[in-house]
């Protein structure tokens, strides 16, 4: 590759115009790579038939081999949104509500990402997004610079993990519902009415604990929170 040879354009997004903010430029060819910047611009070395890949969580991840013309001006690229095309599906009994928000959120979408002929597949990745925590490590920034810019600072990360959160959450609810039930408690303890009630109230378990403790444990927890309870509630 001669010397000084360098792509330099923006990268936008398909239907918006507007720039892809960090994503990842990488001369597939010749191992070399960079990042867009806050406007969606970028500037990496390449060579004529050299195979450019641009890649972000959101989007198709595309290659684009380098023409003669690349080298002597700035180009403007687009890069379309990651769409989710489910399976048809032939319904018989509709399901309930939360049947139905169960299934979708468990549901797994095949990969849709469009990759350049030629290239290597990429490998499959856990595209769960990280916590706030996580992302305000200052181990992350320093081990990850990249990854860090795009999630502290794009309000498509930002917004990806709090619906994550949401249908996290949600799902979470839904199990708990199924599982710690009010006639569960009244059969472990015997209990009856409103001091039923008050003893639920009593036990103040956490969503994260109910969902992730098996039942018979929470049996045995039961019975020893209720010889608190009627210590504090005789009669």
């Known amino acids: 590759m001669a010397q000084g040879q360098n792509v330099t354009g923006e990268l936008l997004d398909s239907i918006s115009n507007e720039p892809v903010q960090f994503a990842h430029v990488q001369n597939i060819t010749a191992k070399k790579g960079t990042l867009t910047n806050q406007f969606g611009q970028f500037k990496i070395p390449a060579s004529i038939g ?9 989007y198709q991840q595309i290659g684009w081999e380098v023409k003669a013309t690349w080298l002597e001006e700035k180009i403007t690229l687009k890069l379309p949104k990651d769409t989710v095309l489910l399976d048809e599906v032939l319904i018989s009994d509709m399901p309930t509500e939360a049947e139905f928000k169960r299934q979708m959120l468990n549901h797994q979408p095949k990969d849709t990402g469009f990759w350049y002929h030629g290239m290597a597949p990429p490998k499959p990745r856990d595209d769960s997004p990280l916590s706030e925590s996580q992302v305000n490590n200052p ?5 990850q610079p990249a990854d860090f810019l795009y999630e502290k600072f794009s309000k498509q990360a930002k917004e990806k993990r709090k619906y994550h959160q949401i249908t996290q959450k949600e799902s979470i609810t839904y199990r708990v519902n199924q599982k710690f039930t009010r006639d569960f408690v009244q059969n472990v303890t015997g209990l009856e009415g409103d001091e039923l009630t008050s003893f639920i109230y009593f036990c103040d378990y956490s969503l994260d604990y109910l969902d992730r403790t098996p039942l018979y444990l929470i049996r045995e927890d039961l019975l020893a929170q209720l010889d608190k309870f009627q210590n504090q509630h005789p009669g």
């Open 50 to 58: 050299d195979t450019i890949a641009f890649s972000i969580v959101g």
């Open 139 to 143: 181990l992350f920034a320093i081990t």
